[in-house]
Protein backbone atom coordinates (compact mmCIF):
# COMPACT_ATOMS: atom_id res chain seq x y z
CA UNK A 1 0.00 0.00 0.00
CA UNK A 2 1.43 3.57 -0.94
CA UNK A 3 1.93 5.86 1.65
CA UNK A 4 0.35 8.91 1.52
CA UNK A 5 1.56 12.59 2.40
CA UNK A 6 -1.04 12.28 5.35
CA UNK A 7 0.65 9.52 6.37
CA UNK A 8 4.16 10.72 6.41
CA UNK A 9 3.45 13.78 7.87
CA UNK A 10 2.05 11.59 10.85
CA UNK A 11 5.24 9.85 11.04
CA UNK A 12 7.27 12.92 11.04
CA UNK A 13 5.25 13.92 13.91
CA UNK A 14 5.55 10.55 15.59
CA UNK A 15 9.28 10.66 15.66
CA UNK A 16 9.59 14.00 16.49
CA UNK A 17 7.56 14.02 19.17
CA UNK A 18 9.00 10.88 20.33
CA UNK A 19 12.85 12.28 20.61
CA UNK A 20 11.22 15.30 21.98
CA UNK A 21 10.60 13.63 25.31
CA UNK A 22 14.21 12.31 25.21
CA UNK A 23 14.63 16.20 25.90
CA UNK A 24 12.25 16.89 28.25
CA UNK A 25 13.02 14.06 30.88
CA UNK A 26 12.11 15.58 34.35
CA UNK A 27 15.27 16.01 36.68
CA UNK A 28 14.44 13.71 40.18
CA UNK A 29 15.51 13.66 43.14
CA UNK A 30 16.93 11.36 45.49
CA UNK A 31 14.64 10.46 47.90
CA UNK A 32 14.27 11.55 51.86
CA UNK A 33 16.60 9.35 54.08
CA UNK A 34 18.59 8.29 50.95
CA UNK A 35 22.08 8.94 52.82
CA UNK A 36 20.96 6.87 56.24
CA UNK A 37 19.37 4.50 53.88
CA UNK A 38 22.52 4.22 52.41
CA UNK A 39 24.42 3.59 55.30
CA UNK A 40 22.57 0.94 56.40
CA UNK A 41 23.13 -1.12 52.70
CA UNK A 42 26.83 -0.77 53.13
CA UNK A 43 26.97 -1.84 56.95
CA UNK A 44 25.04 -5.06 56.03
CA UNK A 45 27.64 -5.55 53.06
CA UNK A 46 30.38 -4.59 55.14
CA UNK A 47 29.40 -7.43 57.58
CA UNK A 48 28.59 -9.85 55.09
CA UNK A 49 32.35 -9.30 53.87
CA UNK A 50 33.83 -9.48 57.43
CA UNK A 51 36.19 -13.20 57.39
CA UNK A 52 36.30 -14.54 60.56
CA UNK A 53 40.02 -14.73 62.38
CA UNK A 54 40.28 -18.43 61.89
CA UNK A 55 39.68 -17.97 58.00
CA UNK A 56 43.21 -16.06 57.72
CA UNK A 57 44.90 -19.57 59.37
CA UNK A 58 43.97 -20.20 55.61
CA UNK A 59 46.30 -17.81 53.62
CA UNK A 60 50.11 -17.09 52.85
CA UNK A 61 52.58 -18.93 54.67
CA UNK A 62 50.68 -20.37 57.49
CA UNK A 63 48.09 -21.97 54.87
CA UNK A 64 51.43 -23.73 53.53
CA UNK A 65 52.72 -24.81 56.29
CA UNK A 66 48.94 -26.55 57.43
CA UNK A 67 48.99 -28.26 54.16
CA UNK A 68 52.53 -29.59 54.65
CA UNK A 69 51.29 -30.97 58.28
CA UNK A 70 48.13 -32.13 56.96
CA UNK A 71 49.61 -34.34 54.07
CA UNK A 72 52.77 -35.21 56.70
CA UNK A 73 50.25 -36.56 59.14
CA UNK A 74 48.11 -38.47 56.53
CA UNK A 75 51.22 -40.02 54.94
CA UNK A 76 52.23 -41.74 58.97
CA UNK A 77 48.67 -42.75 59.04
CA UNK A 78 48.65 -44.62 55.95
CA UNK A 79 52.11 -46.00 57.00
CA UNK A 80 50.99 -47.09 60.40
CA UNK A 81 47.83 -48.50 58.99
CA UNK A 82 49.88 -50.66 56.70
CA UNK A 83 51.95 -51.95 59.20
CA UNK A 84 49.27 -52.70 61.46
CA UNK A 85 47.49 -54.88 58.35
CA UNK A 86 50.56 -57.04 57.38
CA UNK A 87 51.47 -57.87 61.03
CA UNK A 88 47.80 -59.11 61.88
CA UNK A 89 48.55 -60.66 58.67
CA UNK A 90 51.23 -62.41 59.34
CA UNK A 91 49.97 -63.14 62.67
CA UNK A 92 46.76 -64.61 61.85
CA UNK A 93 48.65 -67.31 59.05
CA UNK A 94 51.23 -68.40 61.85
CA UNK A 95 48.37 -68.86 64.38
CA UNK A 96 46.70 -70.90 61.50
CA UNK A 97 49.73 -72.88 60.79
CA UNK A 98 50.15 -73.48 64.75
CA UNK A 99 46.65 -75.03 64.51
CA UNK A 100 47.50 -77.36 61.90
CA UNK A 101 50.71 -78.24 63.69
CA UNK A 102 48.87 -79.19 66.90
CA UNK A 103 46.06 -80.84 64.69
CA UNK A 104 48.51 -83.32 63.09
CA UNK A 105 51.15 -83.56 66.33
CA UNK A 106 53.97 -82.01 64.07
CA UNK A 107 56.42 -79.71 65.77
CA UNK A 108 55.06 -75.92 65.69
CA UNK A 109 56.66 -73.21 64.28
CA UNK A 110 58.97 -72.09 67.16
CA UNK A 111 59.97 -75.31 68.06
CA UNK A 112 61.00 -75.90 64.06
CA UNK A 113 62.82 -72.56 65.07
CA UNK A 114 64.36 -73.78 68.29
CA UNK A 115 65.19 -77.19 66.15
CA UNK A 116 66.76 -75.12 63.23
CA UNK A 117 68.89 -73.08 65.21
CA UNK A 118 70.31 -76.50 67.24
CA UNK B 1 36.29 22.63 50.01
CA UNK B 2 37.98 21.66 46.87
CA UNK B 3 37.79 17.84 45.76
CA UNK B 4 40.99 17.11 46.38
CA UNK B 5 40.42 17.73 49.97
CA UNK B 6 37.22 15.77 50.13
CA UNK B 7 39.25 12.84 48.38
CA UNK B 8 41.50 12.95 51.26
CA UNK B 9 39.24 13.19 53.68
CA UNK B 10 37.20 10.49 53.12
CA UNK B 11 40.75 8.24 52.56
CA UNK B 12 41.62 9.00 55.93
CA UNK B 13 38.34 8.01 57.20
CA UNK B 14 37.00 12.09 58.73
CA UNK B 15 33.89 11.53 60.30
CA UNK B 16 30.93 13.14 57.98
CA UNK B 17 33.46 13.06 54.79
CA UNK B 18 31.80 10.65 53.12
CA UNK B 19 28.75 12.10 53.43
CA UNK B 20 29.39 15.47 52.33
CA UNK B 21 30.41 13.39 49.11
CA UNK B 22 27.06 11.46 49.00
CA UNK B 23 24.94 14.98 49.20
CA UNK B 24 27.59 16.72 46.57
CA UNK B 25 26.57 13.97 43.53
CA UNK B 26 23.93 12.32 44.56
CA UNK B 27 21.22 14.14 42.18
CA UNK B 28 23.54 14.13 39.82
CA UNK B 29 24.13 10.22 39.93
CA UNK B 30 19.98 9.50 40.44
CA UNK B 31 19.57 11.70 37.58
CA UNK B 32 22.12 9.80 35.38
CA UNK B 33 20.43 6.68 36.45
CA UNK B 34 16.82 8.06 35.93
CA UNK B 35 18.02 8.80 32.13
CA UNK B 36 19.24 5.64 31.45
CA UNK B 37 15.96 3.21 33.25
CA UNK B 38 13.15 6.04 33.38
CA UNK B 39 12.30 4.63 36.20
CA UNK B 40 12.68 6.37 39.95
CA UNK B 41 12.98 3.65 42.18
CA UNK B 42 15.03 1.80 39.84
CA UNK B 43 17.42 5.09 39.57
CA UNK B 44 17.29 5.51 43.27
CA UNK B 45 18.19 1.76 43.50
CA UNK B 46 21.20 2.52 41.17
CA UNK B 47 21.96 5.84 43.22
CA UNK B 48 22.65 3.59 46.22
CA UNK B 49 24.85 0.92 44.41
CA UNK B 50 26.90 3.92 42.46
CA UNK B 51 27.73 4.42 46.44
CA UNK B 52 28.44 1.38 47.61
CA UNK B 53 31.00 0.96 44.83
CA UNK B 54 32.24 4.51 45.88
CA UNK B 55 32.83 3.59 49.58
CA UNK B 56 34.23 0.60 48.78
CA UNK B 57 36.09 1.62 45.73
CA UNK B 58 37.59 5.04 47.30
CA UNK B 59 40.83 4.15 48.70
CA UNK B 60 41.62 2.31 45.58
CA UNK B 61 41.01 5.47 43.22
CA UNK B 62 44.01 6.87 41.84
CA UNK B 63 42.83 10.37 40.81
CA UNK B 64 43.80 9.47 36.79
CA UNK B 65 39.95 11.63 36.23
CA UNK B 66 38.26 13.59 38.78
CA UNK B 67 36.13 12.67 41.45
CA UNK B 68 33.20 13.18 40.16
CA UNK B 69 34.03 11.61 36.88
CA UNK B 70 34.96 8.40 38.58
CA UNK B 71 31.50 8.92 40.08
CA UNK B 72 29.59 9.34 36.71
CA UNK B 73 31.30 6.16 35.30
CA UNK B 74 30.30 3.88 38.20
CA UNK B 75 26.53 5.61 37.72
CA UNK B 76 26.44 4.91 34.13
CA UNK B 77 27.79 1.46 34.47
CA UNK B 78 25.71 0.45 36.69
CA UNK B 79 22.66 1.74 34.76
CA UNK B 80 24.03 -0.44 31.26
CA UNK B 81 24.57 -3.14 34.00
CA UNK B 82 20.24 -2.82 34.88
CA UNK B 83 19.64 -1.80 31.57
CA UNK B 84 21.44 -5.64 30.03
CA UNK B 85 19.29 -7.23 32.75
CA UNK B 86 16.17 -6.08 31.86
CA UNK B 87 17.00 -7.09 28.17
CA UNK B 88 18.13 -10.81 29.28
CA UNK B 89 14.85 -10.74 30.84
CA UNK B 90 12.81 -9.75 28.48
CA UNK B 91 14.36 -12.26 25.81
CA UNK B 92 14.05 -14.93 27.96
CA UNK B 93 10.31 -14.31 28.77
CA UNK B 94 9.02 -14.86 24.96
CA UNK B 95 7.72 -11.77 22.83
CA UNK B 96 4.73 -10.98 24.79
CA UNK B 97 4.92 -7.10 25.34
CA UNK B 98 8.39 -6.88 23.61
CA UNK B 99 9.28 -3.97 21.39
CA UNK B 100 12.01 -4.55 19.03
CA UNK B 101 13.14 -1.84 16.44
CA UNK B 102 15.03 -4.63 14.17
CA UNK B 103 14.54 -5.19 10.96
CA UNK B 104 12.29 -8.15 11.68
CA UNK B 105 9.69 -6.42 13.82
CA UNK B 106 6.54 -7.72 13.58
CA UNK B 107 5.50 -8.03 17.27
CA UNK B 108 4.75 -4.68 18.23
CA UNK B 109 1.09 -3.59 18.48
CA UNK B 110 0.44 -0.79 15.71
CA UNK B 111 0.38 2.66 17.73
CA UNK B 112 -3.12 4.40 18.01
CA UNK B 113 -2.98 7.45 15.95
CA UNK B 114 -5.79 8.75 18.00
CA UNK B 115 -4.89 11.43 20.21
CA UNK B 116 -1.98 13.18 17.99
CA UNK B 117 -1.13 15.32 21.67
CA UNK B 118 -0.02 12.34 23.66
CA UNK B 119 3.19 12.71 23.78
CA UNK B 120 6.04 10.38 25.73
CA UNK B 121 3.20 10.02 28.96
CA UNK B 122 2.10 7.23 26.78
CA UNK B 123 3.51 4.17 27.83
CA UNK B 124 3.80 3.07 24.15
CA UNK B 125 6.01 5.49 23.03
CA UNK B 126 8.18 5.77 26.36
CA UNK B 127 8.71 1.88 25.54
CA UNK B 128 9.76 2.35 21.65
CA UNK B 129 11.77 5.23 22.74
CA UNK B 130 13.44 3.31 25.17
CA UNK B 131 14.04 -0.07 23.14
CA UNK B 132 15.32 2.43 20.17
CA UNK B 133 18.03 4.13 22.30
CA UNK B 134 19.23 0.74 23.88
CA UNK B 135 19.71 -0.54 20.19
CA UNK B 136 21.83 2.37 19.89
CA UNK B 137 26.07 1.41 19.90
CA UNK B 138 26.94 1.72 23.60
CA UNK B 139 28.66 4.66 22.99
CA UNK B 140 26.36 6.58 21.48
CA UNK B 141 23.65 4.85 23.67
CA UNK B 142 25.70 6.71 26.51
CA UNK B 143 26.41 10.35 25.25
CA UNK B 144 23.20 10.65 24.08
CA UNK B 145 21.61 9.77 27.26
CA UNK B 146 24.39 12.16 29.35
CA UNK B 147 23.43 15.08 26.73
CA UNK B 148 20.00 14.82 28.17
CA UNK B 149 20.94 15.87 31.25
CA UNK B 150 21.12 19.69 32.09
CA UNK B 151 23.75 19.28 34.57
CA UNK B 152 26.43 17.86 33.19
CA UNK B 153 28.53 19.91 30.13
CA UNK B 154 30.03 18.37 27.21
CA UNK B 155 32.97 17.78 28.61
CA UNK B 156 32.06 15.71 31.41
CA UNK B 157 30.11 13.49 29.33
CA UNK B 158 33.74 13.40 26.85
CA UNK B 159 35.51 12.61 30.24
CA UNK B 160 33.00 10.15 31.30
CA UNK B 161 33.55 8.10 28.07
CA UNK B 162 37.40 8.65 27.93
CA UNK B 163 37.25 10.94 24.96
CA UNK B 164 37.33 14.27 23.54
CA UNK B 165 34.50 17.18 22.84
CA UNK B 166 35.00 16.85 19.24
CA UNK B 167 33.90 12.95 19.24
CA UNK B 168 31.09 13.58 21.66
CA UNK B 169 29.74 16.18 19.42
CA UNK B 170 29.70 13.67 17.04
CA UNK B 171 28.39 10.56 18.73
CA UNK B 172 25.58 12.72 19.89
CA UNK B 173 24.85 13.82 16.07
CA UNK B 174 25.27 9.59 14.87
CA UNK B 175 22.98 8.31 17.83
CA UNK B 176 20.45 11.16 17.09
CA UNK B 177 20.29 10.15 13.03
CA UNK B 178 20.60 6.49 14.11
CA UNK B 179 17.18 7.06 16.54
CA UNK B 180 15.29 8.92 14.08
CA UNK B 181 16.01 5.93 11.34
CA UNK B 182 14.66 3.30 14.01
CA UNK B 183 11.54 5.45 14.70
CA UNK B 184 10.89 5.99 11.38
CA UNK B 185 11.38 2.24 10.58
CA UNK B 186 8.98 1.09 13.11
CA UNK B 187 6.49 4.08 12.91
CA UNK B 188 6.40 3.41 8.48
CA UNK B 189 5.66 -0.26 9.40
CA UNK B 190 3.10 0.31 11.65
CA UNK B 191 1.42 2.75 9.30
CA UNK B 192 1.27 0.00 6.97
CA UNK B 193 -0.04 -2.23 9.12
CA UNK B 194 -2.95 0.00 10.35
Redesign the interface.
Known sequence: ?K?TDN?LA??D???E?????????E?????PH??T??MA??KE?ESGEINPVWLSLFRGRLAASLLSLVILLNAVTTIMVIRNVQEDRNEYRRNNVEAVANEYSLPSVSETLDLAQE | MNEEQLLSDIQEGKSGAFQRLVELYQNQVINICYRFVRDKTDAEDLAQETFIEVYFSINRFRQQSSLGTWIHRIAVSKSLDLLKQYSRLKRGGGSQGTVRLDARAVDIPAPSWTGPDRILEDKESLDILTQALNSLPKKQHVALILSTYDGMTYQEIADTLGTSLSAVESLIYRARENLKKKLRTYYERSVKKS
Open positions: MRDQIRKIQTLAGLDTTSIETGFYRLKIT
